[in-house]
């Protein structure tokens, strides 16, 4: 008897895995919400919608693009962290919304290390401070010197509070030790259009946002605020390099889905995700927007968002930013 519950037990044990295993490989069979918090036209819908179309051609998928914007981006994520654990809704979160927004906002009903898995990383980008073509400022130091000589009457436009963005431009101001006030918009292309018509004296954006513009003479880019120059733009300088050593902020842009997202599925989605961006055609479309395309494993992608939502604590509750 013992024996023959022992093969039944068996026998049902194997034709679950097998179940799970022909699920798995089957995935997906319905198309994929791909979440975007930002609304059209700025990096993170740009980046997305790229994404979204080679993996629908590349696999035959159905990879839908769905814009959720506000809030900094946290209402996207808060959507994604509620939707079903099933792999057919991801978000396409930054650096912005998961790390930097939860210690600006400090009320989000959620931790992106707990109720988030992290599925693959796509890119990284340096932030822009850049001005109108028609603006009198040609330099940093013409803003500061503008700042210091009238505080309080530069502005400059954001995607929105709780950004890096944000962020970016509130340390350049205590960087310079200057006062500067911060316009937040719903998104960044709402933010370029009143930069371009020069309603904001600067805009403070991701390059990818920004770079059809630059690329086309209507936006002078001033300095960008990552360590290092962007390679794709080699000529505008940091802001370390204009005077204010050791000053770095940049973002990131990966995928993401809820906790209890099956394993497999998620590495089905980095899988393919990583081998678009080792795919020239798309490596040279993120690059011509200004980011630069970085693939990572899953537990690579983990470790970054786990390290940067510690660290970012620290680098807020320093700078005296907070978002009500």
Do not use: C
């Amino acid at each position: 008897m013992l024996l023959k519950k022992l093969l039944v037990w068996s026998l049902v044990s194997l034709a679950a895995v097998n179940v799970a295993h022909a699920q798995n490989a089957a995935y997906p069979t319905k198309p994929i919400r791909l979440i975007i918090p930002f609304p059209p036209g700025g990096g993170t819908d740009i980046l997305s919608r790229l994404v979204a179309q080679k993996l629908t051609e590349a696999n035959k998928w159905s990879v839908v693009p769905d814009n959720r914007a506000g809030a900094g981006g946290t209402i996207g994520i808060t959507e994604a962290v509620k939707a079903a654990p099933t792999g057919y809704d991801i978000v396409m979160g930054q650096k912005d919304n998961l790390v930097v927004g939860p210690w600006l906002y400090g009320n989000l009903p959620w931790d992106p290390t707990k109720d988030l898995v992290a599925v693959a990383h796509v890119a990284y980008t340096p932030v822009v401070i850049a001005t109108s073509a028609n603006s009198k400022f040609k330099t940093l130091a013409d803003v500061v010197a503008a700042a210091r000589a009238n505080p309080d009457t530069i502005t400059y436009g954001s995607p929105g509070n709780g950004t890096t963005i944000h962020l970016a431009g509130h340390l350049f101001e205590k960087a310079a030790n200057i006062n500067i006030r911060h316009i937040p918009y719903k998104g960044s292309n709402p933010a370029l259009m009143d930069a371009l018509a020069g309603n904001v004296d600067l805009l403070v954006s991701s390059v990818p946002s920004a770079m059809a513009q630059i690329k086309a003479g209507k936006l002078r880019p001033l300095v960008v605020t990552s360590a290092a120059r962007s390679s794709s733009l080699p000529d505008v300088p940091t802001v370390a390099e204009s005077g204010y050593k050791d000053f770095d902020v940049s973002t990131w842009y990966g995928l993401l889905a809820p906790a209890g997202t099956p394993a497999a599925v998620v590495t089905t989605l980095n899988t393919e995700v990583n081998k678009l961006l080792a795919n020239p055609e798309v490596k040279a479309a993120i690059l011509a927007q200004g980011a630069e395309p970085v693939a990572m494993k899953v537990d690579q992608f983990s470790t970054l968002l786990k390290t940067d939502y510690a660290k970012w604590k620290g680098i807020v509750q320093a700078s005296g930013a907070k978002v009500e």
